[in-house]
């Protein structure tokens, strides 16, 4: 109640934020009328006076207003365009390191320019950051345009650029690119050998379009390089055999001596839970199943994998579904995303459930994957100095933002007023009443010429209800993952009169629908259409359809604008609200109502029991729908639960993704130090006496006598990492103790790397040094993340022992850290020892084959792995030992 007074007395906080940026709005327009009487040499010398002031001293924030009132008069000079004040406002916002939500249709993409152009003053760059490539280009060409007019430089990052390309690219003033492209080149930069292969440089500013996508939706799975192990695929056609001779169960209660009356009882073989996503065998189908791969105890340690696999396939049966979970195309299997219902080409859902869905539709089955390098989409936007977004529906994951990426939400005014009415929901009993209404609702539209947007969940519900249409002879679109490439088409056309598009989840698209149609689009097309067409024609078709669209739009916003009619209400809210602002943009008419069912996926695993006792009680009859504001309720308090179950999923990731970063960034620091050449002698000498502290302190107790020591240990040891014999007098055992036999040992150590150094030459050692330490550091990482892989798998069990599963990852992660450092540290020390370099050109050859790592990693996709580091002239693996021993090297010193 206070609350509710205090806002109506000082406004709400988003009320209070606008408020504060309004007079510098006012300041910009007072510069308007000076700017505009800039001749064009002018206004480009601008940007020179800009930097050389911000060189000098003079910060971003003093230049704000003179540098928006030049990019919005370069808008309008090149582009045609003029910023709103509104979107001026939108670009303080972004430029203060925040979110600016604003509605479908206020200009984002031109509101983008305004912090880009103030950012790139500074010279350290900006990225924008869009969700596809398509986008990408798009913007980079049109908004390009603008910064090419006021002297800044700008680049594309897109799929199958190469590396020269991508380093100009991004030494641009601004760069464009996708997330995912960013977030490889970051990984792929760090598994290369030269500093000069390097193609970014640095996180200084970004820009996320559509933030809410790519910082929530797309942040539920980490970003992965990983090449395949050598298991063979055959276990998962065995699998995926015996699979449909199991029965689905049920969970029941029965009465029982419990302290509730009750327990738990399974039928069949297995039982499903929906909103987990999960299988789960009954002990009738664990005996089954051991009978038909003939296997005597499922549960037996040496059977666990096996029990793993026959789990995901009974997930890949039950829970994912063809063309609503993933399509089947070009023999592939392809994840389609959720929240876009996009395709996700490349991406490959993790754990052998791939492989098992693989296996149920009988494609080619790829290898699973070893991680070589990951990092979360978190953790890479959060390297970014300064960070911000965009989006039509952000305010929904405010509190998500603000805990993981620390961005405040500010809510931007729409520049004219929104006159979409929002119809409350209908619920029907079955889907098919509930279609049978969407289908009468469209034919009354389409009868008066009343575009229509029909927003689906999945790529089969929008096929069925494009089969409905058709048996009622009505022309439409449709867009799903399936029509992908036609996108920006589509979307483009869906305001023209009488239009009818169907369109799975409309997250994102990044085309604004024009009532009356897009006559540019228009155009392309008609040019496609007829490629001999000369210039002028196509002049003359471009005119005669920009007066078709202007008068279609006239016509159509008589009949009302564009009608958006959704099918199902998705889990997120954002993705609703985000179809419903499809229509009614920049003050246009519009509406929008949303059909449901108590068969739709989220009414049935949420909350239909209420709703059915609802309706049962109003006795609703069939064919008849219900609206009631309790029913809507119900509705978004489903949504939250699993918006809030789905927020849980992301902080899970990033809380253990965070362990794994800290050593991310330490391994990936220590990589460029030793790829720069900083004091990398001193590096190897440091870690040369860092080993002969770690020998004293595990082999020679302080208070023991020397004769008394592990002798054949100490040998072993200093002979695998010195090449050194040791050969110590009794006179000399019987004065010593750990100080002097640590100087000792250093001592012999550094007389035979000096004399190795001398015969090498002491600059190639140096280049050696280089070569191995990188070697070491990429194989152990390597290792080290199948290690981390493996202990996440396990991690969970540990609850079951009372421990907090967190915080014994957390322990773990660290131990098995230390451990791999040591052995980085202790291979780099001994192939120094042990190198033998019979001729000069060995080094150069050692070089290039580490450099071609690189060449043959650029040219294979994300998923492939590079080619395995060939050894350098160490004593050969199936040598005679040197030690004397008899054995091979790497049955002795090399194990």
């Known amino acids: 109640m206070f609350g509710s007074l205090i806002k109506k007395i000082v406004g709400s906080k988003n009320e209070r934020e606008l408020k504060k940026l309004w007079p510098i709005v006012h300041k910009i327009n007072s510069l308007e009328a000076s700017v505009e009487t800039l001749s064009d040499q002018q206004l480009q010398a601008k940007t020179v006076e800009f930097k050389e002031r911000h060189a000098k001293g003079e910060s971003l924030d003093a230049l704000l207003p003179e540098a928006f009132a030049v990019c919005r008069e370069a808008g309008k000079r090149v582009l045609g365009m003029r910023h709103f004040d509104v979107q001026l406002i939108g670009g303080m916002v972004l430029h203060s390191g925040k979110i600016s939500e604003m509605k479908t249709g206020e200009g984002k993409t031109l509101v983008a320019t305004l912090p880009a152009y103030l950012n790139a003053i500074s010279g350290k ?49 601004i760069t464009y690119g996708t997330n995912n492209e960013f977030g490889f080149d970051y990984l792929r930069d760090n598994m290369k050998f030269s500093l000069d292969d390097y193609v970014q440089r640095g996180f200084n500013y970004a820009i996320v379009d559509e933030v809410d996508s790519i910082l929530v939706d797309e942040a539920r799975t980490p970003l992965i390089i990983s090449g395949p192990t050598e298991e063979s695929t055959d276990k998962y056609y065995i699998i995926d055999r015996i699979i449909p001779q199991l029965q689905r169960g049920e969970v029941q209660e029965v009465e029982a001596n419990t302290l509730s009356g009750k327990r738990k009882s399974y039928t069949g073989d297995f039982t499903i839970d929906e909103k987990a996503k999960s299988a789960t065998l009954t002990e009738q189908g664990v005996l089954k199943v051991e009978k038909l791969l003939k296997v005597d105890n499922l549960y037996d340690p040496r059977n666990i994998e096996i029990l793993h696999h026959v789990q995901q396939a009974l997930r890949a049966h039950a829970m994912y579904k063809r063309d609503v979970d993933y399509v089947v195309k070009d023999g592939e299997v392809m994840i389609v995303d959720e929240f876009t219902g996009r395709l996700m080409p490349g991406r490959r859902w993790s754990d052998g459930l791939h492989q098992a869905i693989e296996a149920k539709e009988g494609v080619k089955i790829e290898n699973e994957n070893q991680t070589l390098a990951t990092i979360t989409f978190q953790n890479y936007f959060r390297m970014y100095t300064k960070l911000s977004g965009m989006t039509g529906t952000a305010d929904t994951e405010a509190e998500e933002f603000h805990k993981i990426y620390k961005l405040d939400v500010t809510v931007i005014p729409t520049n004219r007023p929104l006159l979409r009415p929002d119809f409350p929901d209908v619920i029907y009993k079955t889907e098919m009443e509930k279609f049978n209404a969407v289908i009468e609702d469209i034919k009354e539209h389409y009868a008066q010429g009343q575009p229509c947007l029909v927003g689906t969940i999945s790529i089969e519900k929008s096929e069925v209800l494009s089969d409905l249409l058709k048996r009622q002879g009505i022309p439409h679109n449709v867009l799903n993952a399936k029509q992908h490439e036609r996108e920006a088409e589509i979307v483009a056309q869906a305001g023209r009169k009488g239009a009818i598009t169907i369109a799975t989840n409309m997250a994102g698209r990044g085309t604004d629908i024009l009532l009356g149609g897009n006559p540019e689009g228009l155009a392309k097309q008609w040019r496609k259409s007829n490629p001999e067409a000369t210039d002028e024609q196509y002049e003359a078709q471009s005119q005669a359809f920009k007066a078709q669209c202007a008068a279609e739009h006239d016509e159509v916003v008589k009949l009302g604008g564009l009608h958006i009619l959704g099918t199902e209400r998705h889990e997120s809210r954002r993705i609703d609200n985000q179809l419903r602002g499809r ?125 008394e020591w592990d002798w054949n240990g100490i040998g072993e040891i200093v002979f695998k990492c010195f090449n050194l014999q040791l050969d110590l007098p009794e006179e000399v055992l019987s004065r010593l103790n750990p100080e002097n036999f640590r100087d000792t040992l250093k001592e012999q150590a550094l007389e035979i790397f000096r004399a190795k150094a001398a015969e090498i030459g002491e600059e190639d050692m140096d280049r050696l040094i280089k070569y191995f330490m990188l070697d070491a550091i990429d194989k152990q990482w390597k290792d080290h993340l199948l290690n981390i892989d493996h202990l996440k798998e396990g991690i969970g069990l540990r609850g079951y022992g009372q421990k907090d599963p967190k915080q014994e990852y957390k322990k773990e992660a660290y131990n098995l850290f230390m451990e791999m450092i040591i052995r980085i540290r202790e291979e780099s020390i001994s192939s120094i020892f042990w190198v033998r370099m019979e001729h000069e050109a060995e080094l150069e050859e050692l070089e290039e084959e580490q450099r071609s790592k690189k060449l043959v990693f650029n040219l294979a996709d994300e998923d492939r792995p590079q080619e395995p580091a060939k050894s350098a002239k160490l004593a050969g693996r199936n040598d005679p030992c040197p030690c004397g021993s008899g054995k091979k090297y790497k049955k002795c010193c090399g194990k």
């Open 125 to 173: 760059g900006v990225h924008v950051v869009t969700v596809n490539d398509y986008l990408a280009r798009r913007d980079s060409e049109w908004m390009g345009r603008l910064y090419g007019f006021l002297g800044l430089t700008v680049g594309v990052i897109v799929h199958g650029i190469e590396d020269d390309q991508r380093r100009i690219n991004y030494a641009a003033d």
């Open 583 to 707: 229509s009614g943009r920049q003050g246009d008419p519009g509406s929008s109502k949303f059909y449901l069912s108590l068969q739709d996926d989220l009414l049935r695993i949420f909350g239909s029991e209420r709703v059915a006792k609802i309706m049962d009680l109003l006795k609703i009859e069939e064919g008849e729908a219900i609206t009631h504001t309790m029913i809507t309720k119900s509705i978004e308090n489903a949504q939250k639960k699993v918006e809030a179950h789905n927020f849980d999923i992301r902080k899970h990731l990033i809380e253990y993704d965070d362990v794994m970063n800290k050593q991310r960034e330490v391994i990936y620091t220590q990589r460029r130090e030793i790829l720069a050449g900083q004091e990398i002698r001193e590096s190897f000498l440091e870690m040369l006496d860092e080993t002969v502290e770690e020998i004293v302190a595990s082999y020679c107790p302080d208070k023991v006598s020397a004769r």
